[in-house]
């Protein structure tokens, strides 16, 4: 490969270069400066600076190749219409086969925005003086106007389409209600829901991250630039719109779903369409313990129905892998940044995310099973609380949320209440008013005879004038009266002294110290179920501390609080009890926060405030996301294994057409493109043949009959290899290792290891006679 078109003084092999992508895509922090420093090293001669950039523009002729070779494979398989990548992503959640159960949900999907992909934009420097520079100047960047590989990336036009609405106009006449309430407070404890943070540029990058959408396997599904910014609302709203026109029903995991949501349902041209796909916006559940309790009932997926047991946190380890991206883009280029991202996103989908497919959907269904293996201990706990029903917990629920709802803002039967005993002193004053006017509504006479009459006729119209605005502004007042004795249907009016008038008065001279002590007690009670989650068993040493973190940032809020209700307290007649803030940390249990006997409710005693109560109600709803899990899983593993069997008929039968129709090379390349997933193939059978063995196990692991069209081939006469799927479950001896899978993967019996070596052999022998033929 000659690094320049005209008398080349450096060439590469192809060999060394696709070493060198094969490398690089494995340990992606390995940069091209220090491969070629090391084939110097190998071929003994000194490094030179410029072999660098020689072997760059090698490469980049390499990959241009290898996607124009990939193109013309598409092509003939006829896998080159619009998102036809996006649409076969990922085969376990879209393969559809006939006669399947329904999903409510069929695609969770999770996205999240990562600032480590940063690049640098270059930029001129200008100088003010000799010798001093000042702020960078203009840009220094060359156009260029190539294109990465493949459909990943969504243009930045499209994402600046969603950025022309603001929040203000996006919230807009969004409706009040119990929805609007749920991320309640959730603000400020995310800086990309903070409008100051997110619309701040950086001045030294141009691309200052990435905003990705993947599958809940793993599968890059599409991914947009982050540009000058930080994580603003556009670039999850151009994605969520993209995914929905393009794949109907969709459900998404954001660490700030609950104002997603919000966005989404107020957004006046996706609104429409995300109620249409049933669009459905949720926590993801690491993020989830830094929101208020209300936001995590509401929108967490243990407390969803139709989602199982999924996290919705898939792109936090799809960026502990791709962080190391970031070390080799950070200085390069528009299109050899795209080139990278894009070039490593099609080796994690076909070398992780599908190599580990079936590792996913065993532990999935691992876990499942363990869960619903809990069942007994809840029917234990149930009898020791006189629950008869789980239908009880569903009861719980309902009453947490309404409680939560409680202490976000006053009842509106109060509010009224007090308004009217407002409007009513209002009146009253008005009233009086009225008729100190009506006494000085006698003939004016001058003060003295050197007052002319031009000044008595001033004084006597100005004082007409100030009786005609006390009727009016009291008229005013007696309307505002009668209305909301209207609205809360009062036949007789109030009067002073009246039970209702003394409770009303109460109510208002209490008002600052109830508002103080219902956030005070709603931050408290959250803080205290929180903690019985850090102590409870299971929970991960990352996870307590992200809980520690999360309590320790909500500890702000709690002191802030605090000092608000001891200042109403201590105005209150009689004065109230006032909190020492070591005695608010320390509450651990309900039971001894006293302050909740003044509250409007008193929990203590409830049930599902209680520890045993909540470990139980806590217990019943993960026992339905499994039982829900297992039902997921059961739709997926089917589509699986069909899509395996179809994929290698569908490529084995063009292969031959190809060479019969004198494209040698063509079928050459579908042959290495069939062996890039099919070498996994032997090893995801295995896998579910041994996860079939497992007890409880409900699934098919028998191919099925795909709803598309696409892949339907004439039969072949030697069968495949996901064909093989029953044989081997019933020749295969019950596993008897241990949870992790992969640990498991040498223990098949000598008949299943024969069968894997014959399919390699035939494989090979495919390759080889088409290698031969070309």
Same mark, same amino acid.
């Given at each position: 490969m000659p690094c320049s078109p005209h008398e080349p003084s450096v060439v590469v092999t192809v060999r060394v270069l696709e070493v060198f992508r094969a490398l690089q895509l494995c340990c992606p922090q390995l940069g091209i400066q220090a491969f070629v420093r090391g084939i110097c090293d190998l071929h003994g001669v000194a490094p030179r600076p410029y072999l660098g950039q020689q072997f760059s523009v090698t490469y980049n002729v390499y990959l241009s190749i290898r996607a124009e070779v990939d193109k013309r494979v598409r092509a003939v398989l006829g896998r080159d219409t619009p998102n036809w990548r996006l649409k076969n992503a990922c085969p376990a959640c879209m393969y559809k086969l006939e006669g399947e159960a329904p999903l409510t949900l069929p695609l969770i999907t999770t996205q999240d925005g990562n600032n480590s992909m940063k690049r640098f934009l270059r930029r001129e420097q200008e100088e003010v003086l000799p010798g001093i520079t000042a702020a960078p100047g203009a840009s220094k960047e060359r156009k260029d106007n190539r294109v990465a590989p493949g459909d990943f990336f969504l243009p930045r036009e499209d994402v600046n389409e969603w950025g022309d609405e603001g929040m203000d106009v996006l919230m807009r006449g969004f409706e009040e209600g119990a929805e609007q309430d749920e991320g309640a407070g959730c603000d400020e404890r995310w800086e990309n829901m903070?409008?100051?943070?997110?619309?701040?540029?950086?001045?030294?990058?141009?691309?200052?991250?990435?905003?990705?959408?993947?599958?809940?396997?793993?599968?890059?599904?599409?991914?947009?630039?982050?540009?000058?910014?930080?994580?603003?609302?556009?670039?999850?709203?151009?994605v969520i719109n993209h995914l929905i026109r393009v794949l109907d029903e969709v459900a998404v995991g954001v660490d700030i779903g609950c104002k997603t949501g919000k966005m989404v349902k107020a957004h006046p041209r996706l609104s429409q369409l995300a109620f249409d796909n049933k669009f459905r916006c949720l926590v993801g559940s690491f993020h989830g313990l830094g929101h208020s309790r209300l936001c995590q009932v509401s929108n967490l997926a243990t407390y969803v129905e139709r989602m199982g047991l999924e996290d919705c946190e898939g792109c936090e380890s799809w960026f502990s892998k791709s962080n190391a991206l970031a070390l080799t883009t950070r200085y390069s280029t528009v299109f050899h940044r795209h080139q990278a991202i894009a070039t490593y996103i099609q080796h994690t989908d076909t070398c992780d995310a599908y190599q580990g497919l079936t590792v996913v959907i065993g532990n999935k269904y691992r876990r499942a099973l363990k869960i619903k293996a809990g069942l007994p201990a809840l029917q234990d706990a149930m009898r020791s609380l006189n629950v008869e029903s789980r239908d009880v917990f569903e009861t719980w629920l309902a009453k947490e949320k309404r409680y939560l709802r409680s202490l976000s803002k006053e009842p509106a039967e109060e509010t009224l209440e007090m308004e009217y005993y407002q409007k009513l002193v209002n009146w009253q004053e008005h009233e009086c008013c009225v008729h100190e006017m009506r006494d000085l509504a /006698?003939?004016?006479?001058?003060? +003295?005879?050197?007052?002319?009459? !031009?000044?008595?006729?001033?004084?006597?119209?100005? %004082?007409?004038?100030?009786?005609?605005?006390?009727?009016?502004?009291?008229?005013k007042s007696l309307g505002a009266v009668q209305e909301l004795e209207l609205k809360l249907g009062i036949a007789?009016?109030?009067?002073?002294?009246?039970?209702?008038?003394?409770? /009303?008065?109460?109510?208002?001279? +209490?008002?600052?110290?109830?508002? !103080?002590?219902?956030?005070?007690?709603?931050?408290? %009670?959250?803080?205290?179920?929180?903690?019985?989650?850090?102590n409870m068993s299971g929970t991960g040493y990352k996870l307590r501390k992200h809980i520690a973190k999360a309590l320790q940032a909500r500890s702000k809020a709690v002191r802030t609080a605090l000092e608000h209700y001891n200042a109403a307290a201590s105005v209150m007649t009689p004065p109230k009890q006032l909190l020492a803030w070591d005695e608010v940390v320390g509450y651990a249990f309900l039971a001894e926060f006293d302050l909740l006997r003044e509250g409007r409710e008193d929990i203590r005693t409830e049930p599902w405030a209680l520890p045993a109560g909540r470990a139980a109600m806590d217990q019943h709803f993960k026992i339905l996301r499994a039982d829900e899990e297992i039902a997921r899983l059961n739709v997926e593993i089917p589509h699986l294994v069909t899509f395996m069997a179809d994929e290698e008929d569908f490529l084995v039968h063009h292969e031959p057409r190809l060479q019969q129709e004198g494209f040698d090379g063509l079928a050459l390349q579908v042959a290495r493109h069939r062996m890039e997933r099919a070498r996994f193939n032997g090893v995801h059978l295995d896998r579910l043949v041994k996860l079939s063995q497992e007890d409880g196990f409900t699934a098919s692991i028998s191919r099925g009959t795909s709803v598309s069209l696409e892949r339907r081939v004439p039969p072949r006469n030697v069968p495949g290899l996901a064909d093989a799927a029953d044989e081997r479950a019933r020749r295969?001896?019950?596993?008897?290792?241990?949870?992790?899978?992969?640990?498991?993967?040498?223990?098949?019996?000598?008949?299943?290891?024969a069968d894997a070596f014959e399919n390699i052999v035939r494989i090979v022998h495919d390759v080889g006679a088409t290698e031969e033929t070309g």
């Amino acid at each position: 490969m000659p690094c320049s078109p005209h008398e080349p003084s450096v060439v590469v092999t192809v060999r060394v270069l696709e070493v060198f992508r094969a490398l690089q895509l494995c340990c992606p922090q390995l940069g091209i400066q220090a491969f070629v420093r090391g084939i110097c090293d190998l071929h003994g001669v000194a490094p030179r600076p410029y072999l660098g950039q020689q072997f760059s523009v090698t490469y980049n002729v390499y990959l241009s190749i290898r996607a124009e070779v990939d193109k013309r494979v598409r092509a003939v398989l006829g896998r080159d219409t619009p998102n036809w990548r996006l649409k076969n992503a990922c085969p376990a959640c879209m393969y559809k086969l006939e006669g399947e159960a329904p999903l409510t949900l069929p695609l969770i999907t999770t996205q999240d925005g990562n600032n480590s992909m940063k690049r640098f934009l270059r930029r001129e420097q200008e100088e003010v003086l000799p010798g001093i520079t000042a702020a960078p100047g203009a840009s220094k960047e060359r156009k260029d106007n190539r294109v990465a590989p493949g459909d990943f990336f969504l243009p930045r036009e499209d994402v600046n389409e969603w950025g022309d609405e603001g929040m203000d106009v996006l919230m807009r006449g969004f409706e009040e209600g119990a929805e609007q309430d749920e991320g309640a407070g959730c603000d400020e404890r995310w800086e990309n829901m903070k409008e100051d943070v997110t619309a701040r540029a950086y001045g030294m990058y141009d691309e200052t991250g990435i905003f990705p959408a993947l599958c809940r396997h793993g599968f890059m599904l599409v991914i947009v630039d982050m540009v000058k910014s930080g994580e603003l609302e556009k670039y999850g709203l151009t994605v969520i719109n993209h995914l929905i026109r393009v794949l109907d029903e969709v459900a998404v995991g954001v660490d700030i779903g609950c104002k997603t949501g919000k966005m989404v349902k107020a957004h006046p041209r996706l609104s429409q369409l995300a109620f249409d796909n049933k669009f459905r916006c949720l926590v993801g559940s690491f993020h989830g313990l830094g929101h208020s309790r209300l936001c995590q009932v509401s929108n967490l997926a243990t407390y969803v129905e139709r989602m199982g047991l999924e996290d919705c946190e898939g792109c936090e380890s799809w960026f502990s892998k791709s962080n190391a991206l970031a070390l080799t883009t950070r200085y390069s280029t528009v299109f050899h940044r795209h080139q990278a991202i894009a070039t490593y996103i099609q080796h994690t989908d076909t070398c992780d995310a599908y190599q580990g497919l079936t590792v996913v959907i065993g532990n999935k269904y691992r876990r499942a099973l363990k869960i619903k293996a809990g069942l007994p201990a809840l029917q234990d706990a149930m009898r020791s609380l006189n629950v008869e029903s789980r239908d009880v917990f569903e009861t719980w629920l309902a009453k947490e949320k309404r409680y939560l709802r409680s202490l976000s803002k006053e009842p509106a039967e109060e509010t009224l209440e007090m308004e009217y005993y407002q409007k009513l002193v209002n009146w009253q004053e008005h009233e009086c008013c009225v008729h100190e006017m009506r006494d000085l509504a /006698a003939p004016f006479l001058p003060a +003295s005879a050197d007052a002319s009459y !031009a000044e008595a006729a001033k004084e006597t119209r100005r %004082v007409e004038t100030k009786c005609r605005h006390a009727f009016e502004v009291a008229a005013k007042s007696l309307g505002a009266v009668q209305e909301l004795e209207l609205k809360l249907g009062i036949a007789t009016r109030w009067e002073l002294g009246s039970e209702a008038w003394v409770k /009303a008065a109460k109510m208002v001279s +209490s008002r600052r110290y109830q508002r !103080a002590l219902d956030q005070l007690q709603g931050l408290v %009670v959250a803080r205290m179920f929180e903690l019985s989650k850090v102590n409870m068993s299971g929970t991960g040493y990352k996870l307590r501390k992200h809980i520690a973190k999360a309590l320790q940032a909500r500890s702000k809020a709690v002191r802030t609080a605090l000092e608000h209700y001891n200042a109403a307290a201590s105005v209150m007649t009689p004065p109230k009890q006032l909190l020492a803030w070591d005695e608010v940390v320390g509450y651990a249990f309900l039971a001894e926060f006293d302050l909740l006997r003044e509250g409007r409710e008193d929990i203590r005693t409830e049930p599902w405030a209680l520890p045993a109560g909540r470990a139980a109600m806590d217990q019943h709803f993960k026992i339905l996301r499994a039982d829900e899990e297992i039902a997921r899983l059961n739709v997926e593993i089917p589509h699986l294994v069909t899509f395996m069997a179809d994929e290698e008929d569908f490529l084995v039968h063009h292969e031959p057409r190809l060479q019969q129709e004198g494209f040698d090379g063509l079928a050459l390349q579908v042959a290495r493109h069939r062996m890039e997933r099919a070498r996994f193939n032997g090893v995801h059978l295995d896998r579910l043949v041994k996860l079939s063995q497992e007890d409880g196990f409900t699934a098919s692991i028998s191919r099925g009959t795909s709803v598309s069209l696409e892949r339907r081939v004439p039969p072949r006469n030697v069968p495949g290899l996901a064909d093989a799927a029953d044989e081997r479950a019933r020749r295969s001896a019950p596993s008897t290792g241990g949870d992790n899978d992969e640990d498991r993967e040498g223990d098949g019996d000598v008949e299943a290891i024969a069968d894997a070596f014959e399919n390699i052999v035939r494989i090979v022998h495919d390759v080889g006679a088409t290698e031969e033929t070309g």
